[in-house]
């Protein structure tokens, strides 16, 4: 099956920038779709195809899929952006769809 | 906007069947450009789907390879709601549960509503 990789944890100061990866292999074919989840609550869908963005979600947060990684930006990082990102994909070889494991993101 | 209203109990005993419904507003069961997914949570499986239903002229349904045998997702167009069970339950299957929209505009799905999540404990 397919495997989605992500790091654990990403660190970083208000007003800078916060960039998670999320590695799969040929990861470049497929659509990259990544959620915020605050503790608590349910995900919410930030990026969609790469880089669409969903009505509501702030300009601040970008995606990106030129290859090997996906990748899902947040400039001017907030307090309130801190929480657990993940991504997902659609596994075709399996009919599945998989998720990366979670990246925590800590705003110091 | 579309709202996902999860119900079901919290807690099941092991080798009997868990079951969860989602209420759905501002969408249709049957709509034919959504499919309706169930996903859980746990510290050990991380976000996993399990699986989906949808209507397209006809019902259609599938789930997880770790699932597939236990789990049935069904939906009641009277009550435009959607339900999963899982049956033979064991501790591992102790997870919030989630029910959420899939929707496409081109290319794969991406879930883009979700229901608030269902905490299911199963004892041993």
């Known amino acids: 099956s397919y495997v989605l990789t992500q790091p654990p944890s990403v660190s970083v100061a208000p007003g800078k920038t916060a960039t998670i990866t999320c590695g799969g292999n040929?990861?470049?074919?497929?659509?990259v779709h990544w959620y915020q989840q605050k503790p608590g609550q349910a995900p919410v869908l930030v990026i969609y195809?790469?880089?669409d963005r969903p009505s509501g979600i702030p300009e601040r947060f970008s995606g990106s899929n030129p290859g090997n990684t996906a990748t899902l930006t947040i400039s001017r990082v907030e307090a309130g952006d801190e929480a657990d990102y993940y991504c997902?994909?659609?596994?075709?070889?399996?009919?599945?769809?998989?998720f990366g494991p979670g990246t925590k993101v800590t705003v110091l | 906007q579309v709202q996902l209203q999860q119900s079901g109990p919290g807690l099941v005993k092991a080798s009997q069947t868990l079951s969860v419904t989602c209420a759905i507003s501002?969408?249709?069961?049957?709509?034919?450009?959504?499919?309706w997914t169930w996903i859980r949570q746990s510290p050990s499986r991380g976000l996993e789907w399990l699986g989906r239903?949808?209507?397209?002229?006809?019902?259609?349904?599938e789930s997880a390879v770790s699932v597939r045998g236990r789990l049935t997702i069904s939906a009641d167009t009277s009550k435009n709601l959607v339900s999963l069970q899982l049956t033979s339950v064991t501790p591992d299957d102790t997870a919030i549960y989630f029910c959420?929209?899939?929707?496409?505009?081109?290319?794969?799905?991406?879930?883009?509503?979700w229901g608030q999540g269902t905490l299911v404990t199963v004892s041993s």
């Open positions: 959420a929209r899939a929707k496409a505009r081109r290319g794969t799905y991406y879930f883009d509503s």
């Open positions: 501002g969408d249709t069961v049957s709509s034919n450009t959504a499919s």
């Open positions: 239903t949808y209507y397209r002229s006809q019902w259609f349904s």
């Open positions: 040929n990861i470049g074919s497929k659509n």
């Open positions: 195809y790469d880089t």
């Open positions: 997902q994909v659609w596994d075709s070889s399996s009919d599945h769809y998989v």
